[in-house]
Structures are given as C-alpha cells and as structure tokens.
Nanobody, 118 residues
Framework: QVQLVESGGGLVQVGGSLRLSCAAS????????MGWFRQAPGKEREFVAA???????YYADSVKGRFTISRDSAKNTVYLQMNSLKPEDTAVYYC????????????WGQGTQVTVSS
C-alpha cells in the first residue's frame, strides 16, 4: 500500500502563491505517476497536474502557465507551486499516485483546502 500526506494549503489573496507538498510512504515503487486533482464545492473532482518518474509533466489547461509540478524522487515527494491564484482555484486539493496512469489513481491523500479570497 501507499500512503500520501498533503500539506501546504491555506488562505491566500487573489494573485498570491501557495506551494502544496505531498509525501509518499509505503510501497513507493507503485508511485510512478504522482499528481493533483481538486474538487470545488458542488463540482466534480478535476485533474490539475501530474508528473512521472521519467520527468514528464501534464497540466490542465486552466492552470498552464500558473502552476508548476515538480518531484523530488529521493524524498518521494511531489510539489505543486501555484502562482497567480484566482478565486476559481478555491478547492480541496488531493494528491494521488499510480503505477502508470496519468489521469486515474489507485492511491489518494486526504486532501488539503486552498481558498483564494478576493
């Protein structure tokens, strides 16, 4: 099994920045892909960004140019740097991991709240 623990959420003003972290433990050999989804109130969970151990990165159109995903394989940790935040970025952000799929994950963290105030 894989355990994922997110941190770094909080309240930020429009245009501000936050960095989310997600640390994996357990069978980290199963975390070839790690990424982020988010879910706003009343909406479905949506893909945000993902990265693979080979270095590939993938982004939703809504965050391209504003968010950057990165990975420290030695620490089994993935980061999401979020800049130029907008009110529509407000959501619970979930870290996920999978052996190979970019947009579907077997393992999930508990989520961290990001609130962008105007």
């Amino acid at each position: 099994q894989v355990q994922l623990v997110e941190s770094g959420g909080g309240l930020v003003q429009v245009g501000g920045s936050l960095r989310l972290s997600c640390a994996a433990s357990g069978r980290t050999s199963l975390t070839y892909v790690m990424g982020w989804f988010r879910q706003a109130p009343g909406k479905e969970r949506e893909f945000v960004a993902a990265t693979s151990k080979s270095g590939g990165t993938y982004y939703a159109d809504s965050v391209k140019g504003r968010f950057t995903i990165s990975r420290d394989s030695a620490k089994n940790t993935v980061y999401l740097q979020m800049n130029s935040l907008k009110p529509e970025d407000t959501a619970v952000y979930y870290c996920g991991a999978d052996q190979g799929r970019i947009y579907e994950y077997d393992y999930w963290g508990q989520g961290t709240q990001v609130t962008v105030s105007s």
